[in-house]
């Protein structure tokens, strides 16, 4: 037997990871294109976790699927859906074996880092109206100033009538902003630290400048814009105290590069896992196992609340199921199966650093896969066995879908958790995927069209495996 060259015995026994256009035909790049462009119009149409959950049912419906009903037994092919207080919701398809075999669940969520308005925000000052507001989830301040932001949400009247708020999306919208100081009179601002910058409680939205009337009235501009709302949507001071409004960047989204290999947009975190979730299993027929996809809220505040996945709403959906068909709830979750979805953060050679290069998952390398989140000595995660990964890992290869590892940052210097450890906690194998993002949690993140579709793959994968 001739000896191997070490060229030859390199590639048999070395680990790399190519760019995926170089690993992808060029139908596949193609259709990461096409899958792309439907992305971009989803991350426009759906910038809040209520907008998403709102598009998930829509898209649901128009795709077979009907309402979940508690008590109903289900069976092979049926397709149900389950809103939870429209800010969460379940897609299910149920597959060909007995639930007791387990099910496939696909977690990703729809909330992103934004500015809450709080409860009293509406106040007026230097002769001009604002709201203030309470960032939600881990956001550098200073990126959130001069931008121009759009108002969504809701709000519920003393009649307990909703109105649904979104102002500054379509072309002919006013826009809304958080002003800086100019660089002339910022010595004092410029010498603190970053993350002093900006004052969370100067995170104050500019929304009018002009008086109700000529009159000697304090409080004119106020009143104007109070009146405003009045007219447009029927509300009135107190009813700020029952609504939910978010301000978000007013751009849509863009690709990126002179190849427009990438995509700019706000929210990528974690709607490009969300969305691929979604399109998996609305493409989802008659699969073997019962196959789930569950878009959830408050990821960002930490999971907490009944609409994130520290509550117990999956549980029950699931054990509502169980219960129909005769089985334990228990049963089935210790013999289920989940792609934990999230994002990661994508190696950036500006903050090489920040980053263990030889971990690192790369845009346009593929979806990542994490077996651990956390941070430091793997603290607040849930570590997926070598045996899950291993499963993972061949079922992808098999499907040819593009992946890599990679670790959020160098180990002692920061980390993030994901929703996996709940779901973990619920006695479910579960593994951490998902898109490789650069400058997450700043009002444009940018992710690799490739890993986009990637993400779609993988979950697509998994449904029909
Ligand atoms: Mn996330
Ligand atoms: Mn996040």
Request: net charge negative; charged share 25%; with cysteine.
């Amino acid at each position: 037997m001739s000896k191997k060259t070490a060229k030859e015995l390199k590639k048999e026994l070395f680990y790399t990871n190519e760019s995926s256009f170089v690993r992808m035909s060029e139908a596949e790049t193609e259709a990461a294109y096409d899958f792309c462009e439907e992305y971009k119009s989803f991350l426009d149409d759906a910038k809040t976790e209520r907008e998403a959950a709102a598009k998930a049912i829509e898209l649901a419906k128009a795709n077979g699927f009907s309402e979940f009903r508690p008590g109903t037994f289900y069976t092979e092919g049926d397709k149900i859906w389950f809103n939870n207080r429209n800010k969460s919701v379940i897609l299910a398809v149920i597959g060909k074996r007995e639930l007791s075999d387990g099910v496939r669940i696909a977690a990703a969520h729809i909330d992103s880092p934004r500015l809450d308005m709080k409860q009293n925000p509406l106040f007026e000052d230097g002769g001009m109206a604002f709201l203030k507001t309470r960032y939600y989830g881990g956001i550098k301040k200073y990126q959130w100033t001069t931008i121009p932001l759009s108002l969504h949400g809701a709000v519920v009247k003393k009649d307990g009538e909703t109105v649904t708020v979104k102002i500054g999306e379509d072309e002919g919208d006013p826009v809304f902003v958080v002003t800086d100081l100019l660089p002339h009179l910022a010595q004092e601002q410029m010498d603190r630290k970053l993350r002093d910058g900006i004052n969370a409680e100067k995170l104050n939205i500019l929304v009018g400048s002009r008086p109700f009337d000529d009159s000697e009235e304090s409080d004119n501009i106020k009143l104007n814009i109070m009146n405003i709302l009045h007219e447009k949507y029927g509300i009135v001071e107190a009813d700020f105290q029952s609504a939910e409004l978010e301000a978000v960047p007013a751009f849509g989204a863009r690709d990126v590069g002179l190849d427009r290999s990438m995509i700019g947009s706000y929210g990528h975190d974690d709607r490009v896992c969300a969305y691929p979730a979604l399109m998996a299993i609305l493409d989802t027929e008659a699969p073997e196992y019962t196959c789930i996809t569950v878009l959830t809220d408050k990821e960002e505040t930490g999971s907490d609340g009944n609409t994130g996945l520290h509550s117990s709403y999956l549980k029950y959906f699931i054990a509502d199921l169980a219960a129909a068909a005769g089985i334990d709830p228990w049963t089935v979750l210790s013999a289920s199966e989940c792609l934990s979805a999230d994002v990661n953060s994508a190696y950036d050679p500006n903050y090489a650093d920040a980053y263990e290069s030889r971990n690192s998952s790369f845009v346009n390398k593929g979806v990542c896969i994490s077996k651990y989140t956390g941070s430091r000595g793997k603290s607040g995660t849930s570590d997926a066995g070598a045996e899950f990964v291993g499963k993972i890992r061949a079922l992808l290869d098999k499907a040819n879908v593009c992946w890599q590892t990679g670790e959020l940052g160098r180990v002692d210097l920061g980390g993030g958790g994901t929703v996996a450890k709940f779901i973990a906690a619920l006695n479910v194998d579960v593994v951490d995927i998902g898109v490789p993002v650069l400058s997450m949690h700043a009002p444009f993140e940018v992710v690799g069209k490739a890993d986009v579709y990637a993400a779609y793959m993988a979950f697509s994968a998994f449904f029909n495996s």
